[in-house]
């Protein structure tokens, strides 16, 4: 599912080529850039808006089976 929101632009750290960004709902999240040009655009206060991908992946396995139990010694 494609998300579409606003973040404020928390620090720009040029050298190691990330940015970080305050969510709306407060999450903080540093984000790697591939065109380092880009940064120099932002600065620590901006607002932008920022499009991501969610996605889940889900493992299915089959449940080990039960052990036979040995019968009781009289």
């Known amino acids: 599912r494609q998300v579409t ?5 928390e620090a720009v750290d040029t050298a190691k ?3 970080t960004l305050k969510g709306p709902e407060g999450r ?10 880009q940064l120099k655009l ?5 607002k932008v808006e920022v ?3 969610e996605a889940l992946a889900v493992s299915v396995e089959s449940a080990p ?6 019968p009781a010694k009289k």
């Not at 929101?5 to 632009?9: F, G, I, L």
Request: a positive charge.
């Open 5 to 9: 929101a606003m973040a404020t632009v």
């Open 17 to 19: 080529k990330i940015v």
């Open 28 to 37: 903080v999240v540093d984000l790697n850039v591939k065109d380092p040009e």
């Open 42 to 46: 932002v600065k620590k206060g901006d």
């Open 51 to 53: 499009v991501y991908t």
């Open 65 to 70: 089976k039960k052990a036979e139990k040995a």
